[in-house]
């Protein structure tokens, strides 16, 4: 198999131990942070509770925004140092206007790739060699993120964060900071050692694929670095678990899949659009979304086809019904499409796609991608 960054499939060309150890890995993580950090965590919970700037959520997804902090200030400190005023400003004015419009997106994208390569993805070298980081530097992410445009659901949630600590004292600050860090250099040896065998393909990928994709729009999206696919893996399965029960009680499910599963080509494939994505037509026996869209007319959900990561809930609407939703993607997607699906009031769970091959990134030609479907009968319960 050609693999291009990560493969959940080691064992009998399934990806069924991926999930047994995704399981016990991310209970090991909640854990390891609940009993180092759980002063931050408690008190992050109690500024929740007395701002009332949002629903207070469980101490586990608070967790999992903690770790986030440590790990992309491990990767993107140093980028974040970098970038100065201007270009800040102008990165995330693109970000906004691109997000609203349909025709000059072409446009926008290439002016993003070309000004994103010039000022976001400056350094190639692990942030990791940084000895102090401080409050500011925080913040400093927290602008170079919002200039990516790429981490929009992510940086809402570390806001909250930022509005938490911009209060307390210096030194606390500093401190929840350099904890934060702590417990990421901790995740990145763990994932390393647990999940290296899935993603051993990124290093390589990094190293002799990623310097082509100078001046493309997605030069950040798929430069990212391995512990970032480690902390995608994991804490898509902490929003599984947390969200579970949840979910099982809508009464309204779909499930989203992209286009690379599909067995067609755009040319030749004849699915029709609808408000919700794209509703499979039956063209093909072989084909793996109408396989599927013919489980969900069995057992009562629906499966719409995404072309686009971007244009998964593009419509960007709250909903005023509880809606269960199974976002099917590859790994890079996981944390920001649950932050988006649950900030619209959906209730997320994911399956992921066992390899990555969509031709929006990965493949010219497009290798076609496959799920685990005893992962997403046992998600749907089914
Ligand atoms: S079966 Fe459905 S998704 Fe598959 S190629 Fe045909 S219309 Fe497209």
Request: hydrophobic residues 40%; proline residues 2%.
């Amino acid at each position: 198999m050609n693999v291009i960054t990560y493969c959940l499939k080691i064992e009998n060309d399934s990806s069924d131990l991926y999930y047994k150890e995704i399981s016990l890995i991310s209970d090991k993580v909640v854990e390891k942070i609940k009993s180092s950090h759980s002063l931050i965590i408690n008190n992050f919970v109690s500024f929740i509770k007395r701002s009332g700037i949002e629903e207070c959520r469980s101490n586990e997804e608070y967790i999992l925004e903690f770790l986030t902090i440590g790990v992309l200030l491990l990767v993107y400190e140093d980028r974040a140092k970098k970038l100065k005023l201007i270009p800040q400003k102008a990165l995330s004015y693109l970000s906004r206007v691109r997000n609203n419009t349909k025709i000059l997106k072409p446009g926008f994208n290439k002016l993003k790739g070309i000004l994103s390569t010039m000022f976001l993805d400056k350094n190639q070298i692990d942030s990791i060699s940084f000895e102090k980081v401080y409050f500011s530097d925080f913040i400093n992410l927290l602008r170079w993120m919002e200039a990516s445009g790429d981490f929009k659901f992510s940086l809402e949630r570390l806001v909250n964060w930022y509005k938490f600590l911009k209060s307390e004292s210096k030194e606390y600050k500093n401190e929840v900071i350099s904890k934060a860090i702590s417990a990421a250099k901790w995740f990145k040896i763990e994932g390393s050692k647990s999940l290296s065998k899935y993603t051993w393909g990124v290093n390589n990928f990094l190293v002799k694929n990623h310097p082509g994709y100078r001046f493309r729009e997605d030069v950040l999206f798929c430069g990212r670095k391995e512990i970032e696919y480690h902390l995608n893996m994991v804490g898509a399965e902490i929003l599984n678990k947390v969200f579970r029960k949840d979910f099982i009680k809508t009464k309204s499910k779909m499930v989203l899949v992209p286009s690379c599963m599909r067995f067609h080509n755009d040319a030749n494939c004849k699915v029709k659009k609808t408000d919700k994505g794209y509703f499979c037509a039956s063209c093909s026996e072989a084909c793996k979304v109408n396989k599927l869209s013919k489980i969900g007319g069995k057992h009562n959900f629906k499966v719409y086809m995404i072309p686009h990561e971007s244009e998964a809930f593009s419509k960007g609407k709250i909903l005023k019904r509880e809606i269960g939703v199974v976002g099917v993607a590859c790994v890079l997607n996981l944390l920001e499409g649950g932050w988006r699906a649950k900030s619209l009031n959906f209730i997320p769970q994911c399956v992921i796609l066992d390899y990555c091959g969509c031709k929006n990134h990965w493949h010219k030609e497009e290798i076609k991608t496959d799920i685990n479907m005893g992962e997403l009968k046992r998600v749907l319960q089914i």
